[in-house]
């Protein structure tokens, strides 16, 4: 997928978080995710950091659904584990970024 196409799910999730939220209650389950602070319109950010938002989200979407006996809780863990990996490489090339500024 190219980036804008990980924007429009990006923003996809977003809706879904929304609605989730307004008709069911679950507002502090999306704590980790609001706090990120990497949100679909933010077209300033790396295509690998809207990527991680993604599988957040749907990490925590998929946990509410699993829950709820709607998916399987392997889906949620997969979601997750891919999430934690990205999260890792993200702070990776951050860190080496930085290493070779100083």
Same mark, same amino acid.
């Given at each position: 997928? =190219?980036?804008?196409? &990980? /924007?429009?799910?990006?923003?996809? %999730?977003?809706?879904?978080?929304?609605?989730?939220?307004? =008709?069911?209650?679950?507002?502090?389950?999306?704590?980790?995710?609001?706090? %990120?602070?990497?949100?679909?319109?933010? /077209?300033?950010?790396?295509? #690998?950091?809207h990527i991680y938002a993604i599988f957040l989200l749907s990490s925590i979407i998929a946990? /509410? &659904? #699993?829950?709820?006996?709607?998916?399987?809780?392997?889906?949620?863990?997969?979601?997750?584990?891919?999430?934690?990996?990205?999260?890792?490489?993200?702070?990776?090339?951050? =860190?080496? /970024?930085?290493?070779?500024?100083k």
């Amino acid at each position: 997928m =190219n980036k804008d196409e &990980l /924007i429009q799910l990006h923003q996809l %999730l977003v809706y879904l978080k929304k609605y989730i939220e307004k =008709n069911y209650g679950y507002f502090e389950e999306f704590k980790e995710y609001d706090e %990120l602070s990497i949100y679909p319109h933010h /077209i300033h950010r790396t295509k #690998a950091e809207h990527i991680y938002a993604i599988f957040l989200l749907s990490s925590i979407i998929a946990k /509410i &659904l #699993a829950e709820n006996g709607k998916i399987p809780r392997s889906v949620h863990n997969l979601l997750k584990n891919s999430g934690e990996k990205i999260k890792k490489d993200i702070i990776r090339k951050r =860190n080496k /970024i930085q290493n070779v500024i100083k």
